[in-house]
């Protein structure tokens, strides 16, 4: 289960950080990541890291937002900097978690959590 938290309305220019904890049976976590999805938009990817660190951006937050995880916690954070009303979307976290040492892992998301930039 992946459990986010930190959206909510801002202004132009402001920031946010975004939290998203995994729980339950969990062996391992690959990849961590961010995306959203605007009103009427597909949804994209923001942001990911692997477990050893490995960050990937899309170049609209190039600069802007940066993600890092907490192992210990089973945590991954995005820090949104300098915030634009084109950042406005409900954010999905992701995650590729093995419950039990012999048995595949499988994509986890969270359930969303709505950032508003307004102008």
């Known amino acids: 289960q992946l459990v986010e938290s930190g959206g909510g309305l801002v202004q132009a220019g402001g920031s946010l950080r975004l939290s998203c904890a995994a729980s339950?049976?969990?062996?391992?976590?690959?990849?961590m990541g961010w995306y959203r999805q605007a009103p009427g938009k597909q949804r994209e990817l923001v942001a990911s890291i692997t477990s050893g660190g490995r960050t990937n951006y899309a170049d609209s937050v190039m600069g802007r937002f940066t993600i890092t995880r907490d192992n210990t916690k089973n945590t991954v954070y995005l820090q949104m900097n300098s915030l634009k009303p084109e950042d406005t979307a409900v954010y999905y976290c992701n995650a590729f978690i093995k419950e039990y040492r012999w048995i595949p892992g499988k994509d986890y998301w969270g359930q969303g959590t709505q950032v508003t930039v307004s102008s």
């Open positions: 339950g049976s969990i062996y391992s976590i690959a990849g």
